[in-house]
């Protein structure tokens, strides 16, 4: 049985490298490594492709049970050979997060493609499921409280496709807590519909059915849609709120899958199911959950107050590969949500996960590196390991680049790099998913106006003008005295400052050019030798700001084990006594193929990486045009936090 791996963030920087593989000489078989690559501590499907994770808790006699269903089928190009096809949803419990047993559902019809499950509530004495498949959207209540045993209320849908949709994607049900029930799911539309419209006028959205039986639903309409670039379906509904207890950072969140992007969004905003003047969620910031591979999130809210969030990790590397591995897809480490300023929304790992220490490497302080140095780090190599840093970086001019390279080969013909920069190689910094807000206009501040086709080519205008502080998208124009655009045509406005967000009755879309001045980045660009592992980079901008003068630094020679006596290894580091600025905290978690890597506890980025070599599993420190103090670098063993 696969298992959850966690690891931990205590004081900074959670960064965790579970590599693991055989220690014997590669040897390869038709053209694939024979390097192990399938995750320790996530759940996989025993074979198969995982999709659709849900997570779910209930509470017996005397504790918290968490549940993550989670769906296996056949890989695509899996049908023909000897293991057949199959189509299985499974079920895994746990009471600490760490350790999972799991089982087989009973009571889905076949080709079920995705449920979500209402939590319980004082009028309901079973847990209630719905489920979607081609016809529609069904119901389903639970025969016991170990989840297993599922019934089906109907043969029929109690929800069917609306006109010209092709089928309704990954409901998401839930109550106000006393009499109305609604449901969330996502439109696609049908072949026919998509051939006899224009390909600009097909756009994801997501319907709100309510009722107050569970068996009669009435279609209010349409609770979100989003804009024809983001393609034409939204998939793997989620909606909650979340108060990190300051009540001025309340929000609501719809969470959504859109494939065409790849990628799973958070979209803040609000929304009045009660009143007479309902018009839908009225969305207020639209960014990534995460900044990776990460899809199909689910989300649940446990007696503890916790938001907690996983999600499904797709594969990097070809079909064949999954196939030959008999094996794709994997589930996120559960992250705890957070409301953040602006109607921004971030992620951290909850207690639970995080005291998953293993067995203790060292801790290192105070390690320093000038520009253009590196460090490898002997004490922490190994196929499975955590690290806790804390980074203080000093720019030293032009363009800073420092961080970790993780799953090393000796002569660095491989390796993955996760770094600190303010000059990510493969977009300008103002270009890093600058926030949208959909119906608020930004008024003033115009230098530049024209015609756009779409608001995301707007967006990458102010993007590439250094001028450009805001931008303004307005969908069809209603008037075009004073503007270079014509009336029925889209326009783009540039602006010399971000004025503030007002509410607009118009179609339009505005957003800020990003004023963060750093950047997580994560490259895979030479994570493998193997030409079919799918590389690249991901850069999530976040705030910091060196201050103009520097404290000095005392001496600090500390070289400790968890004990606190000193390391013998510690004694070839290089040591900081020079100016430092504010740290910089990171969390990085790699279970074998896996690496989810946390910046400021607060924003993330998923990726998956298949290194062929197996002494790829060394760590350095580097640093490009910066002087950089490790203050701190814990190290753990995590092969003891698995049972």
């Not at 049970?65 to 949803?89: A, K, Q, R």
């Not at 068996?215 to 990190?244: C, H, K, P």
Request: hydrophobic share 35%.
């Amino acid at each position: 049985m696969d298992q959850w791996k966690s690891v931990g963030l205590r004081l900074a920087v959670a960064f965790a490298v579970l590599a693991g593989w055989s220690s014997s000489v590669l040897s390869v078989a038709t053209t694939y490594p024979t390097i192990d690559y399938r995750p320790r501590y996530h759940i996989t499907c025993e074979r198969g492709q995982l999709d659709y994770p849900t997570l779910v808790y209930t509470r017996d006699s005397s504790s918290l049970v968490y549940h993550i269903f989670y769906h296996c089928s056949s890989l695509p190009t899996n049908e023909t050979d000897d293991l057949g096809v199959f189509d299985y949803w499974y079920h895994t419990t746990s009471n600490d997060l760490m350790r999972w047993q799991t089982s087989e559902l009973h009571g889905f019809p076949a080709k079920t493609r995705s449920i979500s499950i209402l939590q319980p509530l004082p009028n309901i004495t079973r847990l209630t499921m719905v489920f979607s498949n081609d016809e529609g959207i069904y119901l389903a209540h639970s025969l016991d409280t170990t989840l297993i045993q599922w019934n089906s209320i109907s043969k029929q849908p109690i929800i069917k496709p609306p006109e010209g949709v092709d089928r309704l994607d990954d409901p998401y049900i839930f109550s106000n807590g006393t009499t109305m029930y609604y449901i969330l799911a996502g439109a696609g539309l049908n072949s026919t519909t998509k051939q006899g419209m224009n390909a600009d006028k097909i756009a994801p959205v997501v319907y709100l059915y309510e009722s107050t039986n569970l068996l009669n639903w009435t279609n209010t309409g349409t609770f979100w849609q989003g804009t024809t670039d983001m393609g034409s379906a939204a998939r793997s509904i989620d909606f909650y709120e979340v108060d990190n207890g300051q009540s001025a950072f309340t929000q609501q969140v719809l969470t959504i899958t859109l494939p065409e992007q790849a990628g799973s969004f958070c979209i803040s905003g609000s929304v009045n199911f009660t009143s007479s003047a309902y018009k839908g969620f009225k969305v207020v910031s639209f960014r990534h959950q995460d900044y990776g591979t990460l899809l199909h999130s689910s989300s649940i809210l446990d007696t503890l107050g916790r938001r907690l969030s996983i999600g499904m990790v797709e594969e990097m590397r070809s079909k064949a590969w999954q196939t030959h591995d008999q094996y794709a897809g994997t589930v996120s480490i559960p992250r705890m949500v957070l409301a953040l300023p602006a109607a921004e929304v971030g992620f951290k790992i909850p207690e639970d996960v995080s005291y998953l220490y293993g067995k203790p490497l060292g801790r290192l302080t105070g390690i320093s590196l000038d520009s253009n140095e590196t460090a490898t780090m002997p004490l922490y190599t190994g196929n499975q390991l955590t690290l806790l840093a804390t980074l203080s970086i000093t720019p030293t001019g032009g363009n800073f680049s420092t961080g970790f390279r993780v799953l090393a080969s000796p002569n660095l013909e491989e390796y993955t790099t996760i770094s600190v920069t303010n000059n990510p190689s493969t977009a300008p910094l103002t270009c890093l998913d600058i926030t949208p807000s959909y119906g608020f206009d930004r008024e003033g501040g115009d230098y530049h106006t024209f015609e756009i086709p779409t608001y995301s080519q707007c967006k990458a205008e102010c993007c590439s003008d250094p001028m450009c502080k805001s931008w303004v998208f307005v969908n069809k124009m209603k008037v075009s005295q004073g503007f270079n655009c014509t009336v029925g045509t889209n326009c783009c406005f540039l602006k010399n400052t971000q004025p503030p967000l007002t509410p607009s009755l118009l179609n339009i879309t505005s957003g800020i050019a990003e004023t963060q001045n750093s950047v997580l980045s994560v490259s895979t660009l030479k994570s493998s030798l193997s030409k079919e592992a799918h590389m690249e980079e991901k850069h999530v901008p976040f705030q910091y700001a060196p201050p103009d003068l520097f404290p000095k630094r005392p001496q600090q020679a500390l070289a400790e084990n968890k004990e606190g006596t000193d390391h013998p290894l510690g004694d070839n580091l290089p040591r900081s006594n020079g100016p430092v600025t504010e740290a910089v905290t990171l969390q990085i978690f790699l279970d074998h193929s896996i690496l989810e890597v946390f910046v400021e506890n607060a924003l993330v980025i998923t990726e998956r990486v298949y290194p062929t070599l197996v002494d790829s599993i060394g760590v350095q420190l580097f640093s490009i045009n910066a002087h950089v103090t490790f203050d701190s670098i814990e190290g753990y063993d995590m092969e003891g936090s698995i049972n």
